[in-house]
């Protein structure tokens, strides 16, 4: 329940640290948008399995991942892209 009378302390590192003593990264809290996506099922179960094991939600994982593709495509470009995009094409039968 949110206390009126709380505030946060922000300390040398520029995390803001909680009464509670967890801590917040003030560029983790600006989210101002939303992206919604369908994927498999599959890769769904796989982030959210690391997700768990990794004690972070789903939505963390996932947004480290896409950070992580943009960096790779901002240093190799569209190969990167293109790598990706056969591995995931299904094979036709009788070519």
Request: hydrophobic share 35%.
């Amino acid at each position: 329940m949110y206390d009126k009378g709380v505030h946060f302390v922000k300390g040398k590192s520029g995390l803001l640290h909680l009464p509670s003593g967890g801590t917040i990264r003030p560029s983790m809290s600006n989210k101002d948008s939303r992206l919604n996506l369908r994927i498999s099922s599959d890769l769904k179960n796989r982030v959210e399995e690391i997700a768990a094991k990794e004690g972070r939600s789903a939505a963390q994982i996932t947004e480290v991942f896409i950070k992580l593709g943009i960096n790779q495509y901002e240093k190799k470009g569209t190969a990167v892209l293109q790598q990706w995009i056969a591995r995931d094409k299904p094979s036709v039968k009788g070519d």
